[in-house]
């Protein structure tokens, strides 16, 4: 099967910035707390739609592969907060990037969207029929949040990151993968009623319900499994990964499947400090910094894990190809803001506060 390389890559993190100062002031909380059981200390606050990150982060990762988006034959958005149910996130992106050329779906696996997203489009390149596909994992989680609730509102954040695959003769590409889903478990992490289910009315509660501790318990489970088999399965050993970007959900479970690996941290990726966890979008944020940082190298191997809502759970082994430079550049970037993370939420507080059920 042909290979399908990154050869573009880029990232949209919106400029308001929510503290965990900003939070113990909304919900009962404490810096401490957060950053102790989490890691997180800060995240970012969309004032724009998903679409909206989605397609700076596109345009960022074309530039990057040298491309125009008439180039791109096939984009794909994973996300869990679409900016509408109809059309496709990926529609709205196709028409913000000036892509008419590519035809564009999203695809749903929650935190693990992005790597069910980058097995989906090397199977599409490798099988022949398209050539250049733009990823992006995209989400505005906080519009699914109720701030008054200390056992989600701390974790999520908002953001896009992006990547572009080219089909290729060079020895690079996903060499392994594995991709889970166990849906007899979905409702420990979920957002009830935000699709069909119940009944329609002007007060629905639409916010995420997670039972952190059982999560947690098998996030750290199938994400270390699953990249030990996966390593297995590309016939790599321990030593030859150079770099595991798992899916930024709690630097405790990060820690966790690295010591379940047997990683040393060096060798493992964590910015859960500046973003919390922005579900599909965590890992190609992730990428393009450890890029930018200079911890990714021609033929590097890289462990890809995540898991989240479904239950989902990823992991893929991807070596680098020979160029880590950025042909091009762009000057995409969101319409500019000045409100901050704490007057971006106050909607939901202002909903939520009241007690909508
Ligand atoms: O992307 C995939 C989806 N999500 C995840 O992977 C998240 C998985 N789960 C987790 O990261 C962790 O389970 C959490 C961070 C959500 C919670 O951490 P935990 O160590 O499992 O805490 P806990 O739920 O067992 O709660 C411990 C205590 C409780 O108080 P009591 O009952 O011991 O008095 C909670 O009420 O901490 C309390 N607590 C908080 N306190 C201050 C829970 N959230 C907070 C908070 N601030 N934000």
Redesign the pocket.
């Known amino acids: 099967m042909r290979n399908a390389v990154i050869t573009g890559w880029g990232k949209c993190v919106p400029p308001a910035v929510l503290s965990n100062a900003d939070?113990e002031t909304v919900?009962?909380?404490?810096d401490e707390?957060?950053v102790t059981?989490?890691g997180i200390r800060e995240r970012r606050i969309s004032h724009v739609e998903t679409s909206d990150m989605a397609a700076v982060a596109g345009l960022r990762a074309l530039a990057t592969a040298g491309l125009e988006p008439d180039d791109i034959d096939l984009i794909l958005v994973a996300t869990c907060t679409p900016d509408r149910l109809i059309p496709s996130t990926a529609a709205i992106v196709q028409d913000k990037i000036g892509a008419g050329r590519a035809a564009a779906m999203d695809l749903n696996a929650?935190?693990s969207g992005f790597i069910f997203g980058l097995v989906t489009a090397r199977q599409m390149i490798g099988a022949g029929g398209f050539e250049r596909v733009l990823l992006i994992g995209a989400e505005k989680l906080h519009y699914f949040l109720d701030f008054t609730d200390?056992?989600?509102?701390?974790?999520?954040g908002d953001g896009a990151g992006a990547v572009v695959l080219e089909g290729s003769d060079e020895d690079a590409g996903v060499r392994s993968f594995e991709l889970g889903t166990d849906g007899s478990v979905a409702d420990i992490?979920c957002v009830p009623r935000s699709g069909t289910e119940g009944a329609p009315g002007p007060d629905r509660r639409m916010v995420v319900h997670?039972?952190?501790?059982?999560?947690?318990r098998r996030?750290v489970a199938a994400m270390g499994d699953a990249s030990t088999r996966v390593i297995e399965e590309a016939g790599l050993e321990l030593d030859d990964i150079d770099l595991l970007i798992p899916?930024?959900?709690?630097i405790?479970?990060i820690e966790a499947t690295a010591r379940r690996l047997r990683l040393h941290p060096s060798k493992v990726f964590v910015n859960i400090a500046s973003y919390g966890?922005t579900?599909a979008a965590?890992i190609p944020i992730a990428l393009t910094e450890a890029i930018d940082e200079g911890r990714i190298t021609p033929g590097s191997n890289i462990v890809f894990a995540?898991?989240?809502?479904g239950l989902t759970w990823a992991a893929a082994v991807y070596r680098w190809g020979s160029r880590i430079e950025p042909l091009g550049s762009s000057d995409a970037d969101l319409p500019p803001s000045d409100a901050s993370g704490l007057e971006l939420m106050q909607p939901n507080i202002d909903l939520y506060g009241m007690g909508v059920q």
């Open positions: 939070l919900t009962e909380t404490s707390w957060i059981r989490t929650a935190c200390r056992s989600t509102s701390v974790l999520f992490l997670m039972e952190g501790a059982e999560v947690f996030a899916h930024q959900a709690n405790r479970i966890n579900s965590t995540a898991f989240g809502g």
